[in-house]
């Protein structure tokens, strides 16, 4: 294991913070850049690894492993969550990191199923379990370095840069899918264009992992006289099975909008709405600017005024207005109309997400708080926003409705809603830290 840096002092300068935000936020870069295109590239995804009799059945097959690394996601946040928990924030996400890139190399390295057979397909699913159990931990793993990290009362607006690196690799991913429509041929994207920005993925894993290296522990860590084994962890989770389930239904709204306005927005775009794939392209490139902006204010407004009432707002928002808004958009599909609609749902998850990441990192007990935080966010990921692009083409499959993904959403907005309710009232301990910040 590479030994501890010295801990930072309480007067670190602030370009120093910013050097460490962009350090530990650099592995959720790589985590969002494969994720976005293994969900934009789908199709090709599909007809490469899992050829089928019919394009649904072949596009279900994709989706639904795309969706398996997720359920990999609680396994990864107990067990390494318990090891950040106890060795250490930066020497957990080292390793996080490392079985993340191992599974990205191996889904851009794979010969296709007519090279393999299915030996292709097989091994896509390994890294995509990979990628999910390193992810199981790596989101609450940086979120609590954030955290930990921040200067009194800002503790939101600081979490938030969580979310929003991720936002700037839906950009890149963006930027690059656009690239190749325009320089290669659809015949020749379907060959071998899509690996394309898989491998430029691999290029960068070095780099990572040279800054995650250079990150120092943050001083609350070092400072804890106590740091648990992993079976006090567990034990400690169940203790506290509550708190992590209502944690786990709060994020569900945050997981299932961020899937459907990134990951699933490509898909739909072009098989639902058949708008072009550069149209496609250019509203998830804009979606993921404007999930960037949203996602530091929604934190600096928790940090004002609260978590709940921006969580409880946005929420209440999303389950009456979500199924009129995707209504109006297939009711005439076209370019602007999914730009406004997306845009709009975009302020749905960066507001809510902004104040949801420095909530969950109050709620959870402070000597377990990596595998608390990493256990709810990883279930509602699995539960919920992992599987979006399945149930979302499911949905309009069986009703026939091209808005049905609007009934997901609102279902996860309502578990948002009441477990904010849920949680804010027990006994007022939530609330109170939330507006200390």
């Known amino acids: 294991m590479a030994p501890t840096t010295p801990i930072r002092n309480a007067s670190t300068p602030a370009a120093s913070k910013v050097g460490a935000v962009l350090r530990v936020t650099s592995g959720n870069f790589l985590e969002q850049f494969d994720f976005f295109l293994f969900g934009f590239y789908a199709t090709f995804i599909a007809k490469t690894f899992f050829p089928a009799a019919s394009e649904f059945a072949s596009l279900m097959q994709t989706f639904a492993v795309f969706g398996a690394g997720f359920l990999m996601r609680p396994l990864g946040a107990i067990v390494l969550g318990a090891y ?98 325009l320089w290669l041929s659809h015949e020749q994207i379907g060959a071998w264009g899509w690996r394309v920005p898989f491998f430029l993925g691999c290029a960068i894993v070095p780099f990572l992992y040279v800054l995650r290296r250079s990150l120092q522990e943050t001083a609350e860590f070092e400072a804890r006289a106590h740091r648990p084994a992993s079976g006090e962890v567990f034990r400690s989770m169940l203790a506290n099975w509550k708190t992590v389930i209502a944690g786990m239904l709060m994020v569900a709204m945050t997981t299932t909008t961020f899937y459907l306005i990134t990951v699933y927005t490509p898909t739909f775009g072009k098989t639902v709405l058949h708008l072009s794939t550069s149209d496609s392209l250019i509203v998830t490139l804009l979606v993921g600017v404007s999930n960037f902006i949203w996602l530091p204010i929604g934190g600096a407004l928790s940090d004002r005024i609260g978590r709940k009432p921006l969580l409880l707002f946005v929420s209440a928002l999303a389950i009456v207005t979500a199924y009129p808004a995707l209504a109006w958009l297939t009711a005439a599909p076209g370019f602007m109309r999914m730009l406004a609609v997306l845009l709009y749902f975009s302020f749905f998850f960066g507001v809510y997400n902004g104040a949801m990441v420095a909530a969950l990192t109050e709620i959870m007990p402070v000597n377990v708080r990596v595998a608390g935080f990493s256990l709810a966010f990883s279930l509602a990921t699995a539960l919920f926003g992992g599987f979006t692009p399945a149930v979302s083409t499911f949905l309009i499959q069986v009703t026939g409705d091209k808005a049905a993904p609007a009934y997901w959403l609102i279902f996860a907005a309502v578990c948002g809603f009441s477990a904010t309710v849920a949680l804010y009232r027990r006994g007022g301990a939530a609330q109170l830290q939330a507006e200390l910040g």
């Open 84 to 181: 950040i928990d106890r060795v250490g924030r930066r020497r957990g996400l080292i390793v996080t990191l490392s079985i993340m890139a191992s599974g990205t190399i191996l889904i851009a390295c794979v010969p296709g199923y007519a090279s393999i057979g299915l030996l292709a397909p097989a091994l896509v699913l390994i890294g995509r379990l990979l990628q999910g159990f390193s992810a199981g931990a790596e989101l609450g793993g940086v979120s609590v370095y954030l955290a930990e990290m921040a200067t009194p009362g800002k503790k939101g607006f600081y979490t938030a840069w969580q979310s929003a690196s991720q936002q700037v690799a839906i950009v890149v991913a963006a930027a690059l899918g656009y690239a190749l429509n």
